[in-house]
């Protein structure tokens, strides 16, 4: 071999050597650890419920809320009265509750049935729209009771008024109206 390869040769050698001498330092060097771990997260407990319960409210028969005495054969009449509540409950809840009642879908309403909440006057119960408030995180109290009262007063109206709602009460009476309303109550997580 003449001197220039002997010397190339070398190069290459001493390259190799440090080559390998260099990753092979590498991966000695190269350490790795592994830690596993878990996680969780405590989620506030949500309780919210409307009647003593929290998927279905408990039909209202408005003959339920009514002194018996006062009934016609077991119904509703002009000269009848009474009142329902709507009881929100969110004991247990561990955070603040924004609630909103809302009545619709109303069918066969006698027409001169009226309905009052909160000192306010309604003719009917669809009318009624600032039912809402906040049960608080800090509140002491966890439940609110929503009071509807209703009535269907005997001989409404002044003068020709009075006859005139006679034969509209009279007329509703002979229709036998089964008079029917859906109550949508919702409670929403406080901001």
Do not use: H
């Not at 016609?72 to 969110?90: E, H, M, W, Y």
């Not at 119960?125 to 966890?142: A, C, H």
Request: glycine letters at 10%; hydrophobic letters at 30%.
């Amino acid at each position: 071999m003449n001197n220039k390869t002997k010397k190339l040769t070398m190069l290459l050698c001493a390259l190799l050597l440090l080559l390998s001498i260099g990753t092979g330092g590498y991966t000695y060097a190269k350490y790795r650890t592994a830690v596993k771990g878990g996680g969780q997260a405590d989620v506030a407990k949500w309780s919210f419920s409307v009647g003593g319960d929290s998927e279905e409210i408990k039909n209202i028969k408005l003959t339920n809320t009514v002194d018996k005495d006062t009934l016609v054969n077991g119904k509703i009449a002009p000269g009848t009265s009474g009142q329902f509540f709507i009881n929100l409950d969110a004991t247990g809840s561990e955070v603040g509750v924004d609630y909103n009642v809302k009545f619709s879908n109303e069918k066969n309403k006698p027409t001169n049935i009226k309905f009052s909440y909160s000192g306010q006057k309604y003719n009917s119960l669809s009318e009624i729209t600032d039912i809402s408030g906040k049960i608080g995180l800090d509140s002491n109290v966890k439940n609110r009771r929503i009071q509807i009262l209703w009535e269907w007063d005997y001989e409404t109206g002044t003068g020709d008024e009075i006859t005139s709602n006679d034969e509209i009460d009279t007329q509703e009476g002979i229709a036998n109206l089964d008079y029917s309303f859906d109550v949508i109550v919702t409670g929403t997580q406080s901001r």
